[in-house]
């Protein structure tokens, strides 16, 4: 009998679950499916001489409010069916969003979905700080930068719900921009002192995004 249950056993499949903890700090080089999910456990970011590539089908789950600078280069380039996933692990505890600040670099944002950021409301930190929900363009004019066939929703901020763009020049194209919510100024996007900056906007579809006060 023994026998014929160890032989039961051996036949069920073991599943094992990868996970990638990421620690508060630099990041560079390659995230895989392999190592899918990401586990973030703080504050993150890409050096100004450094690039991360992340791979389609990749998830990046924020543990708490830590925001993902990009000082140097991000390329998150997914698929239809393999999107990339920018997430809080727990969506009562968000996560401070993605903040292309002060950079010159490229960039590219392709098939990806930036969920459930938060910025601080009450305005008394820093304007970077309080604007843009899911993703900031913070004084980056030389920077190329494009966010294509992704969706941003859920996220919530003192201006710039979704998106805020000062002093850059994204391109935003083939987007949802939905659910997002802002206390002040731009549910779904908010803009300031680009006046000379050519910001484009193609093809993409805004929804249900809300402001206590306008926009």
């Known amino acids: 009998m ?20 990421v620690p508060p700090g630099p990041v560079s080089g390659t995230w895989d499916q392999d190592g ?39 390329l998150a380039e997914g698929t239809d069916a393999d999107q ?26 392709d098939h990806c979905i930036v969920e459930y950021g938060l910025t601080d409301l009450n305005g008394i930190l820093p304007n970077q700080e309080n604007s843009g929900g899911g993703i900031l363009f913070w004084q980056s004019p030389d920077a190329d930068i494009t966010v294509i066939n992704s969706t941003i929703r859920n996220n919530t901020a003192l201006r710039g719900g979704g998106l805020h763009c000062h002093m850059s020049r994204p391109t935003i194209e083939n987007c949802n921009i939905v659910n997002n919510n802002v206390v002040r100024w731009g549910g779904g996007i908010d803009i300031t002192d680009s006046f000379d900056l050519v910001i484009t906007i193609k093809n993409s579809y805004f929804s249900n995004n809300t402001s206590e006060r306008s926009g």
């Open 2 to 21: 023994k026998k014929i249950l160890l032989s039961v056993l051996m036949l069920v499949p073991v599943i094992l679950i990868s996970q990638t903890q």
């Open 36 to 74: 899918s999910p990401y586990m973030v456990n703080g504050e993150i970011y890409i050096e100004e001489s450094e690039t991360l590539i992340i791979e389609p089908g990749v998830d990046v789950k924020f543990t708490g409010w830590y925001k993902f600078i990009v000082y140097g280069s991000l």
């Open 84 to 109: 990339i996933l920018f997430t809080a692990d727990d969506t009562n505890n968000r996560w401070h969003g993605i903040d292309f600040f002060q950079t010159n670099k490229t960039s590219v944002l």
